[in-house]
């Protein structure tokens, strides 16, 4: 997982390598009930996705710091 440096705000870009699709990564989060957007979502044009690696958004401001392992653990099992 490769992590963006963004200096300010309350997301961040993480790149992860995975074999996944975006259409994967969505439905996959749905259904985990977990809140994360792929960039595609904020893209104006279809962005084609590089073999073996998606890019996700991934918003901070609401998780609480006991939160956090559960909610690691629930996005390794939509990516993985």
Do not use: C, D, W
């Amino acid at each position: 997982m490769t992590i963006e440096n963004i200096p300010a705000g309350l997301h961040f870009v993480a790149h992860f390598k995975t074999n996944a699709t975006y259409e994967e990564v969505e439905a996959k989060a749905k259904a985990a009930k977990i809140e994360v957007y792929t960039i595609r979502r904020f893209s104006l044009k279809e962005l084609p996705q590089k073999k073996g690696e998606i890019t996700l958004v991934i918003g901070f401001a609401a998780i609480q710091k006991e939160q956090i392992e559960r909610a690691v653990r629930k996005l390794y099992t939509v990516l993985y």
